[in-house]
């Protein structure tokens, strides 16, 4: 799960508060694990150091909540890269998955092609293990299923989201 | 449960509903056919019955004796039945039909004869009847509402010397034949028309089985237990029997009427004859229903419907060849009977009727294993994957695959051996051709006792107009040696009938100048005989023969004259035919029956064959879309139908008529040493309609074939 | 591949000339398959197609063996070739001494190996499947699903499957999806 890149990409919504971001990550990526305020204040200004976001007017007054945050071009095209780009297909990817389906929807960007994207390059991974299965011994065929079956997991998932995309943009995009 | 029952049969919906209301209305039909099938046997047990009580046996008893003699006469080529009677005190019955007895020159006669002496000059035939008309002769006394008969009344003494005078002590109703006989005979013919009934009843309460088995099944999933299902299935088919017997009854009430007009055996029955006993009326308003019942529980029997579907129990056991042991034995029985003829014609029936019903179940019960053995054959050799199918379905089930046919087959047979029977009498014993010199020619065989017929009776007669000559031939008394038993003077021998031996002057003639079972002949040559021509007329005068132009008026006014001339005539004067053709009109009448029987039960058969192709294409719908699919034409499926039903329909067909034609010649040749003549191209041209109707209603289910295997029935599942 | 109700089947349907697309075209052998006449398609499935469905397709009075050489008995074939030819599959396919059974009395796997062999008993150019594994469980389904991509090759029959399940669509060498009656995956090809 990419902090940085899930703070980025919640920034392109809009301008925020660090206090903000941290609210939105854990309404919906958190799920009982809290980011805890050093962790974002220090992965915002790793991001202002490598120029992805930019603080905007400082509030008078003390405290880190006083910055806003603000998405740089370097920063939107970073999060562009990732969101088209499918993960490399591995078992238990579907954190990730979801934070890309999420901030697509968020960002009102196409988020059922990237879930196509997914599931071709899961295939794709998919007709490989299944090559070696066919091809090899017991003992890659038995490796090879174990792959296959999360795979085919990850991909049911990626079925019923895709299904589902239109509810859950209404969930995020109040 | 029985309520529960009830209330899905009636309100379970749009689809419950139409197939209560099919099932219903094929029951509806079917009980109607059975309902006519019982009150035919009745009123033809009612025509039978009456016919015999013309015919009382002589008896004795307390009340005074009725004189009486029942002659035939004839009029057009109809029979006119002529009884006369005499009453020897008041205490003497009076016959059937009519209030009181008629005295001497009295006369009742029946509506159909009053009908007649209306139509038509007195000296054609009213003069037969002299005296006085009293009145018409009740229902109670014909057979038919047709039935020419004639009650006339005489003095006791000249009734007496009538031919076949008896006394009776009682009259009514005596039965024509004895009743186990007349069972038998029954039994046959209700054998060949009830069967097919019953098989239409039994398949049309099975109509759309699979969809209501899928149903239980869901029920049995939802709980019910199998002791349920049949009690739910069983209050379904009894429900839509009750409903569709009542309708029954109603449409065999609706049509008596018109029904009992036709003449099926020749006559038409009284509306009133065509009735039901108690024991018809509770056979069908019960047994239909009951029969419902049970034929839904065995065809539930046939398919195990556990809570997730419905399976076909695996193949039925094969039928046995020992089924074939009836049918050979009756066929035995009748072979037996060429060699050994009963004396008695009661013993003859004892012997064919048992061979015949043994030969109808032997073929209902042979039926299966020949379509098994048929099928196997016809698998082992088969190149058509049309012809695979079908002969591996017929098979794996030959029951199933015969029952829906074996109703035509036992109709076929029974009336392959009455059109055969009955072709090969009338070929053998049929009228004169129209316009042959037969035709014209009115004859009458004298009693021995006759007065001497006076030469004004023959001037007489040769002055009717169309009369051409009028010949007395005189007895023969050289009877051990003559080759004819008449004598005729060679100058009176009418020209149409041949000419003496060369140089005679008395020649030997037939009777009627024309030899038994042959034709009249200008160039016939009658051999001399060895009586003088002076003592010729001291002999006695054994016949008359009236030659006319064959016009009805010539014909009825010589019969009309010689009948006052000689009123203790046996038999009426009558034209060659006369006799015959009456006889051939009832044996024509019961062909005609049996036409009916013949298309009938093919259609019927057609409808129950197509409810069993419904049902063979929706177990297989599935298999055969997906091969419609890959590209198997639907005109293969089309085979596979036509070879699962109707190929068996036509062989079985084929084995019945053969077989029904068989028993006929047996029949044929060990009662009346005849050969069986084959019969008319009538009769294959009404069993070729009846088998395009069956075929037709088999077509009828092509369309849904299609329907049912098409794409959409892959898809949707 | 594609969930139920996608389209799928009817695009499969399309393809082998079993219905008759509302717009576009479908060629086969340079050929408009959509506009030849019922009984030329007909034809073209019977000679140059082979069909597997999900199930029930074997015909319940058939043995195995008749079953299996029912198309070549329907292409006119001689019924001692095609029952010959027709045996050779069982071995294959790892069904000896199972010729003479009755659908009934296969198991789902057998059944649908059989159905197999008949769908490629006339060396069809073309096997279409609709869902050939969907009765079966994933052991049964993926023998089956190795001895049709083996028979295939074997023979260069080329195989149109339609699947909704990714480890069956995984043994194809190239996938469309189909979704809401639409084709909108990109077409990939692996090798």
Known sequence: ?174 | ?717 | MGPSGSGKSTLLHCLAGILVPDSGEILFDGARVDAMAETERSSLRRDRFGFVFQFGQLVPELTAVENVALPLLLSGVRRTRALSKAGAWFERLGLDGLEQRRSGELSGGQAQRVALARGLVAEPQVLFADEPTGALDSLTGEQVMDLLVSAAREQGTTVILVTHEPRIAAYADREVMVRDGRVNAPDRIAS
Not at chain 2, 162 to 182: F, H, N
Not at chain 2, 377 to 388: C, E, G, M, S
């Open chain 2, 1 to 717: 449960m029985i309520r529960f029952g009830l209330r899905l049969a009636v309100a379970g919906g749009r689809e419950a509903l139409t197939r209560l209301i099919v099932i219903a209305a094929a029951v509806a039909i079917g009980s109607g056919l059975l309902l006519t099938t019982l009150a035919g046997v009745n009123a033809v047990n009612a025509q039978l019955t009456r016919y015999a009580s013309m015919y009382p046996q002589a008896s004795a008893g307390n009340a005074d004796p009725l004189w009486w003699s029942t002659r035939f006469d004839y009029f057009h080529g109809k029979q006119i039945i002529r009884i006369d009677v005499a009453a020897t005190g008041p205490d003497a019955p009076t016959p059937i039909g009519i209030p009181r007895t008629p005295g001497a020159g009295e006369y009742y006669a029946s509506p159909a004869l009053r009908d007649l002496l209306a139509a038509h000059p007195a000296d054609q035939l009213g003069d037969r009847y002299p005296g006085r008309d009293l009145g018409t002769v009740g229902p109670a006394a014909l057979t038919s509402p047709d039935t020419l008969l004639v009650i006339a009344g005489g003095a006791p003494d000249q009734v007496a010397k009538l031919p076949a005078a008896k006394q009776v002590a009682s009259v009514g109703d005596t039965p024509a034949l004895p009743e186990t006989t007349v069972n038998l005979i029954l039994g046959v013919i209700a054998g060949g028309l009830l069967f097919p009934v019953l098989i239409f009843i039994g398949t049309a309460t099975r109509l759309s089985a699979a969809r209501r088995e899928q149903r239980f099944a869901a029920m049995r999933l939802a709980g019910a237990t199998p002791r349920q299902i049949s009690t739910v299935a069983a209050v379904e088919a009894t429900a839509a029997a009750v409903a569709g017997t009542a309708v029954g009854f109603g449409l065999f009430y609706a049509f008596r009427d018109p029904l009992a007009d036709i003449p099926f055996t020749g006559m038409p029955f009284f509306p009133s004859d065509m009735s039901l006993g108690l024991l018809d009326v509770l056979l069908v308003a019960l047994g239909v229903p009951a029969g419902a019942a049970v034929a839904a529980q065995v065809s539930l029997h046939r398919v195990r419907i556990s809570p997730l579907g419905v399976t076909r129990r695996v193949t039925p056991r094969a039928p046995r060849p020992y089924r074939l042991i009836p049918a050979l034995l009756g066929v035995a029985v009748l072979v037996f009977a060429i060699g050994f003829k009963p004396e008695t014609s009661d013993g003859q029936a004892a012997v064919f009727l048992p061979g015949l019903l043994l030969i109808m179940a032997g073929l209902v019960l042979a039926g299966p294993w020949l379509t098994m053995v048929g099928a196997r054959v016809l698998a082992r050799y088969a190149n058509r994957p049309a012809t695979l199918i079908a002969a591996r379905r017929l098979a794996d089930n030959p029951k199933a695959g015969f029952r829906a046919i074996s109703g035509i087959m036992l109709a076929l047979f029974v009336t392959s051996v009455a059109v055969g029977v009955i072709t090969t009498i009338i070929a053998n014993r049929g009228p004169a051709p129209v316009g042959s010199t037969e035709a014209g020619q009115v004859s009458l065989y004298l009693p021995e006792d006759a007065p001497a017929a006076p030469d004004t009776l023959f001037t007489g007669l040769r002055s009717i107009s169309g009369v051409r000559s009028a010949t007395a031939v005189r007895e023969n008394p050289d009877r051990m040696n003559a080759s004819e038993p008449g004598l005729i003077a060679c100058t009176e021998i009418p020209r149409a009938y041949g000419r003496c031996a060369e140089g005679a002057a008395v020649a030997e003639v037939a009777t009627g100048l024309i030899p038994f079972r042959e034709s009249a002949s200008s160039a016939r040559v009658w051999p001399a005989a060895s009586v003088p021509l002076g003592d010729l007329q001291q002999l006695p005068v054994m016949s008359i023969v009236v030659d006319t132009d064959g016009s009805a008026a010539a014909i009825e006014r010589s019969r009309t004259v010689l009948e006052a001339a000689f009123p203790t005539f046996w038999v009426g004067p009558n034209v060659p035919g006369d006799f015959e053709s009456d006889f051939a009109d009832t044996l024509r009448g019961w062909e005609q029956l049996a036409n009916v029987v013949i298309i009938a039960s093919l259609a019927l058969g057609g409808c129950s064959l197509a409810v069993s192709v419904i049902g063979g294409l929706t177990e297989r719908r599935r298999p055969f879309s997906l091969l419609r699919l890959s590209g198997a034409p639907v005109r293969v499926l089309r085979r596979v139908v036509a070879l699962e039903s109707a190929v068996p329909m036509l062989a079985v067909a084929a084995v019945a008529i053969g077989m029904g034609l068989l028993a006929a010649h047996l029949f044929l040749r060990a009662q009346m040493h005849y050969t069986l003549v084959a019969p008319e191209p009538r009769f294959y041209v009404i069993v070729v309609v009846g088998l395009a109707t069956c075929l037709g209603v088999i077509a009828s289910t092509m369309p849904l074939l299609e329907r049912i295997t098409g794409p959409e029935t892959a898809r949707s599942e």
């Open chain 1, 1 to 174: 799960m990419s902090v940085p890149l899930t703070l980025l990409g919640l920034l392109e919504r809009e301008p925020s508060h660090g206090y903000d971001l941290k609210r939105d990550y854990d309404a919906f990526f958190g799920r009982g694990k809290p980011l805890p305020f050093g962790q974002v204040y220090s992965t915002l200004s790793r991001l202002a150091r490598d120029g992805k976001v930019v603080i905007s007017d400082v509030a008078p007054g003390s405290g880190p909540d006083r910055k806003r945050y603000i998405i740089t071009d370097v920063g939107a095209t970073e999060v562009e890269q990732w969101l088209t780009q499918p993960v490399e297909p591995e078992p238990h990817l579907q954190t990730v998955l979801f934070a890309k389906v999420v901030l697509a929807l968020m960002l009102d960007r196409p988020a059922g092609e990237y879930l196509d994207t997914q599931r071709s390059a899961h295939l794709r991974r998919m007709r490989e293990l299944t090559e070696v299965k066919r091809a090899g011994s017991l003992v890659d065929a038995l490796l090879a299923d174990h792959g296959l079956y999360h795979l085919e997991a990850d991909l049911r998932w990626i079925e019923m989201t895709g299904a589902r995309l239109d509810a859950l943009r209404k969930e995020v995009r109040p």
